[in-house]
């Protein structure tokens, strides 16, 4: 365990006038707090802390940071407090430890919204002060150090979160040494069979090639000292995860590859890096497509580099990273190199780790455009779809570089640009040529976005792009648009419900009385009354407590209906609206509610349309009837559908509604039908033939009975109206095969 002075003496190594008062006093703190509290393993819990902090120092950040990794666990697990924190160490360090202490132990498999809304609460605390990230990770480092300590079943589920959250967000933020060494640690307790089978290749690969790797170097230095450069070379051999990972993307065996070893070439300057470049270039061939310049174009976590693939010494196909020694610290450590927690860097490359860093930038901007949804499951979905994609690197037709991820569309790039771009896009321009939208875009493709003012999303584009971005506002604009037509529905129903009452309705009136239906704003309650969540009555009693009802007597039947029946007293309801009784339908050939009230009218249905058919369908010229069910809208139902005996107790749930379809309508509406015919070859043949004939299209076709001599078949049907569906059971009727063609209503 490390001692007190150890601690000193590793920040004095890098920052000489380092605070040890500071260091000192939450040292001795973290000490006192923690007493004889153990680890798993049987150590000291004091120990934790102390750990967390050595990988600070390895990373050499400033003592405030220090002093919070020795504190992290002391409100969550001590008597410690936010205030006592405070007095003793001064707000900025309380409000870190805090944070910190906010963030639960996630949970992959059986706690989904609890994990969604715990990472949420991570990346508020990172986005408010980037030294909460660098805590955690080097908190989350040292515990799957020592998971081993860990029960089985919990062990997997640490190293599951690592894997699917911390790792890439270490990755994310340029900090591509601890990410490494968080992948190889989760791997090895996920797939333990997968690591030792790699890491044993991998073993063997070393030994063999061993001299071939100094050979290169050697090779590699010799050229560059004869060429008057000052460079050091480094042979690497990729880790066991990132090799496996490779293997399963694509499909190749472990003899397949031919980049497992990598080398560094680390040189003074930038202009050395393009030097370097061009010496290596003009002694050895270049395989194509394996060049990129991440020097001119960083990556969004700041790495910059040149990457190339040489046919170089023995034949041996070599891959070459060169970059600057700055450079070097910002791929190894990324936002841990930041100058905002360092001595102040000067010179060219200061500007490249300014306060404002691209992988800081990026966490803020995802944040900003994920912490707005409402469900936090969706958050953890598009979270982890901007944590695990490679780039590509695009531009605006006025030259601003876009980076998006592998398999970004045209609407992907128009929501990296602007939401209200995206929301309004109807078409792309790629290099000059107007392209789908659903065209995945290269590396260095120039994307021009056409719009169109009165443009909604679609729900169909959230199966489309790729960024967790737009995933999230196409969601958003899906789901205001089915809450404005909840809204509209909604409104219509609280007209007929003042209007039976002779009473006025108006936005205004229902401010007052939102705290008594339970809503903050109008919006929530016109949407309920559409979702059927909240009754139309319940609103108007709201508005109008004192209102009494007039009492209507019930309307004498004016006919004794279609079969002649004396008396229909089992088939009365009440559609909502009329506070009068009147006949059912199907008793009585005065069809209609009262003709003072307007019937609502509808048109086709969308894809967001919140209002649909029941089982057996209903076509144009049908008289049909509207239920409403709760959190569904209203279901349509032919007025002789069995189905609406249910609801002869609930007269509130009847809406009585019309057809009201253009002319020029090219919408087919669902019915069904029920077939007797017989069961021989070609039966089905013919039968479908016919509706295929008569412009009918079949949706779903089930055989209800089947017997020796003769089948049944349920067909649901797409038709244009009442008149079309006539006709086809009429050709039906008329083939030979064919014994009975009869309208089924549910």
């Given at each position: 365990m490390m001692r007190q002075y150890e601690l000193v003496e590793r920040v004095q190594k890098y920052k000489p006038d380092v605070n040890e008062a500071l260091l000192n006093k939450a040292y001795v703190y973290a000490m006192q707090k923690h007493g004889k509290q153990t680890r798993a393993s049987g150590d000291p819990y004091i120990s934790h802390p102390l750990e967390v902090a050595a990988i600070l120092t390895e990373m050499r950040l400033d003592e405030a940071t220090i002093a919070v990794a020795l504190l992290h666990d002391t409100i969550e697990d001590t008597s410690a407090t936010r205030a006592e924190i405070d007095e003793l160490f001064g707000e900025d360090i309380g409000r870190l430890v805090e944070g910190l202490t906010k963030i639960k132990k996630l949970d992959l498999v059986t706690k989904r919204a609890k994990q969604a809304e715990n990472l949420r609460k991570l990346l508020l605390a990172i986005s408010?002060?980037?030294?909460?990230?660098?805590?955690?990770?080097?908190?989350?480092?040292?515990?799957?150090?020592?998971?081993?300590?860990?029960?089985?079943?919990?062990?997997?589920?640490?190293?599951?979160?690592?894997?699917?959250?911390?790792?890439?967000?270490?990755?994310?933020?340029?900090?591509?040494?601890?990410?490494?060494?968080?992948?190889?640690?989760?791997?090895?307790?996920?797939?333990?069979?997968?690591?030792?089978?790699?890491?044993?290749?991998?073993?063997?690969?070393?030994?063999?090639?061993?001299?071939?790797?100094?050979?290169?170097?050697?090779?590699?230095?010799?050229?560059?000292?004869?060429?008057?450069?000052?460079?050091?070379?480094?042979?690497?051999?990729?880790?066991?995860?990132s090799v496996f990972r490779k293997?399963?993307?694509?499909?190749?065996?472990?003899?397949?590859?031919?980049?497992?070893?990598?080398?560094?070439?680390i040189v003074d300057s930038e202009a050395d890096c393009y030097r370097a470049l061009g010496i290596?270039?003009?002694?050895?061939?270049?395989?194509?497509?394996?060049?990129?310049?991440?020097?001119?174009?960083?990556?969004q976590n700041d790495y910059r580099s040149i990457h190339t693939t040489i046919v170089g010494p023995s034949r041996q196909r070599v891959e070459l990273q060169i970059r600057t020694r700055r450079m070097q610290d910002v791929a190894e450590r990324g936002v841990a190199a930041h100058t905002l927690y360092k001595d102040a860097t000067t010179g060219d490359e200061a500007v490249v780790l300014s306060k404002d860093s691209r992988a800081y930038s990026w966490l803020r901007q995802t944040i900003e455009a994920l912490s707005v949804g409402d469900n936090p499951e969706d958050f953890l979905e598009h979270t982890k779809l901007e944590l695990f994609q490679d780039q590509v690197f695009c531009f605006t037709p006025k030259g601003q570089l876009i980076a998006l991820p592998r398999g970004a569309t045209p609407i992907d790039f128009a929501y990296a640009v602007h939401t209200d771009i995206g929301d309004t896009c109807v078409g792309s321009k790629i290099n000059g040529r107007i392209m789908p939208l659903v065209t995945r875009l290269a590396n260095g493709d120039e994307v021009e976005i056409l719009r169109s003012g009165?443009?909604?999303?679609?729900?169909?584009?959230?199966?489309?792009?790729?960024?967790?971005?737009?995933?999230?506002?196409?969601?958003?604009?899906?789901?205001a648009?089915?809450?404005?037509?909840?809204?509209?529905?909604?409104?219509?129903?609280?007209?007929?419900?003042?209007?039976?009452?002779?009473?006025p309705l108006s936005r205004d009136g229902l401010k007052p009385v939102l705290h008594r239906l339970g809503h903050k704003?109008?919006?929530?309650?016109?949407?309920?009354?559409?979702?059927?969540?909240?009754?139309?009555?319940?609103?108007?009693?709201?508005?109008?407590?004192?209102?009494?009802?007039a009492r209507v007597s019930p309307r004498k039947p004016a006919d004794e209906g279609w079969f002649n029946l004396r008396s229909a007293a089992g088939l009365i309801f009440k559609l909502p609206g009329l506070g009068k009784t009147q006949k059912s339908p199907r008793a009585s050939r005065q069809i209609g509610p009262d003709p003072d009230m307007a019937a609502m009218p509808i048109r086709g249905m969308d894809d967001n349309s919140v209002v649909k058919f029941g089982p057996g369908g209903a076509v144009p010229g049908d008289r049909i009837v509207g239920i409403l069910e709760t959190g569904a809208g209203i279901t349509i139902y032919p007025i002789q559908s069995p189905e609406l005996t249910k609801f002869d107790d609930?007269?509130?749930?009847?809406?009585?509604?019309?057809?009201?379809?253009?002319?020029?309508?090219?919408?087919?509406?669902?019915?069904?039908?029920?077939?007797?015919?017989?069961?021989?070859?070609?039966?089905?043949?013919?039968?479908?033939?016919?509706?295929?004939?008569?412009?009918?299209?079949?949706?779903?076709?089930?055989?209800?009975?089947?017997?020796?001599?003769?089948?049944?078949?349920?067909?649901?049907?797409?038709?244009?109206?009442?008149k079309h569906l006539n006709q086809l059971i009429t050709q039906l009727k008329e083939l030979g095969s064919v014994s009975t063609v009869e309208r089924i209503y549910q």
């Open positions: 408010d002060d980037v030294r909460v990230l660098l805590v955690k990770l080097a908190d989350r480092l040292h515990n799957m150090r020592t998971l081993e300590h860990v029960p089985p079943d919990k062990r997997a589920r640490i190293a599951e979160e690592t894997m699917d959250i911390y790792a890439p967000l270490a990755g994310r933020m340029g900090m591509q040494e601890m990410r490494e060494e968080l992948e190889e640690l989760a791997f090895k307790n996920i797939n333990q069979e997968a690591y030792d089978t790699v890491t044993g290749k991998l073993a063997e690969l070393s030994e063999r090639n061993r001299d071939l790797i100094h050979t290169i170097e050697d090779e590699l230095s010799a050229l560059f000292k004869q060429q008057g450069m000052t460079a050091q070379v480094k042979g690497r051999q990729k880790k066991a995860y293997m399963q993307s694509k499909s190749l065996s472990f003899e397949q590859l031919s980049d497992v070893f990598g080398f560094r070439i290596v270039h003009m002694r050895w061939s270049v395989v194509p497509g394996r060049f990129k310049d991440y020097i001119s174009t960083p990556k009165v443009q909604v999303p679609p729900p169909a584009w959230e199966e489309i792009v790729v960024t967790g971005k737009a995933r999230a506002a196409i969601r958003r604009a899906t789901k648009a089915v809450r404005k037509q909840y809204s509209g529905l909604g409104m219509r129903i609280l007209e007929r419900t003042f209007t039976r009452a002779g009473k704003d109008v919006e929530d309650v016109l949407t309920a009354v559409g979702r059927g969540e909240l009754a139309s009555d319940d609103v108007f009693r709201a508005v109008y407590p004192n209102h009494q009802e609930e007269p509130n749930r009847w809406v009585d509604i019309r057809w009201d379809i253009d002319e020029n309508n090219k919408n087919r509406f669902p019915a069904r039908i029920l077939v007797t015919a017989i069961n021989a070859p070609g039966t089905l043949a013919e039968v479908s033939q016919a509706i295929a004939t008569s412009e009918t299209n079949i949706q779903n076709l089930t055989m209800v009975r089947v017997a020796a001599d003769f089948t049944e078949m349920l067909i649901d049907l797409q038709v244009w109206d009442l």
